[in-house]
């Protein structure tokens, strides 16, 4: 254990510099573990594109550590663009599917609360760009742009709801669902 009197003159300004460094790292989410170490090992379940009259907009993959898919463990839905979509059309498209998939609409105050943490999660993409969204069942969801985290966030419902816009039966695109869990189409 070192304590000040046992450093020498040089010593604290190094540590308090490594310090920074790892502080930067962390902040940059470098130090933050990858979806793939989350979901280990990474098994692709399976995939599809998502099209809007005829345009291919994203082609997304679920990715899990156990197949058949288990949705009580950690997974991963991987987007990676074709498209320019800003964050606002993201967002609002988002906000819009999490409103149609669910029974009852979440109150007002929630969906505010839920665009907020989008914004602050999301950005503009262009055609190759990758959002990853980690789903971490009972906590919440982590976003990754082209692998590097941009949000943690401690909201299940909100993971829950956000995942459901690919994942329940009332995903807009049946085929694309059954896709992504390695389901022969009807």
């Not at 979806?35 to 280990?40: A, D, L, Q």
Request: hydrophobic share 40%; aromatic share 12%.
């Amino acid at each position: 254990m070192w304590s000040s009197s046992s450093c020498n003159a040089g010593t604290k300004p190094r540590l308090r510099a490594w310090a920074w460094v790892l502080s930067a790292w962390m902040a940059a989410g470098i130090a933050d573990a990858s979806w793939r170490e989350v979901v280990n090992p990474a098994q692709r379940a399976g995939g599809g594109d998502f099209r809007w009259f005829g345009f291919r907009i994203y082609t997304a993959e679920l990715w899990t550590s156990r197949l058949p898919f288990d949705a009580s463990q950690p997974y991963a839905l991987r987007l990676t663009y074709h498209r320019a979509i800003s964050r606002d059309q993201f967002v609002d498209t988002s906000l819009d599917e999490i409103k149609r998939t669910r029974s009852e609409p979440p109150d007002p105050e929630r969906l505010k609360r839920w665009r907020s943490l989008m914004q602050s999660a999301f950005v503009d993409v262009a055609p190759n760009d990758q959002i990853t969204g980690l789903h971490l069942p009972g906590r919440g969801v982590r976003f990754y742009y082209q692998d590097r985290q941009t949000a943690d966030i401690n909201d299940a419902e909100f993971a829950q709801a956000f995942f459901a816009i690919w994942l329940s039966p009332a995903s807009r695109d049946q085929d694309l669902r059954n896709s992504l869990l390695g389901k022969a189409a009807p």
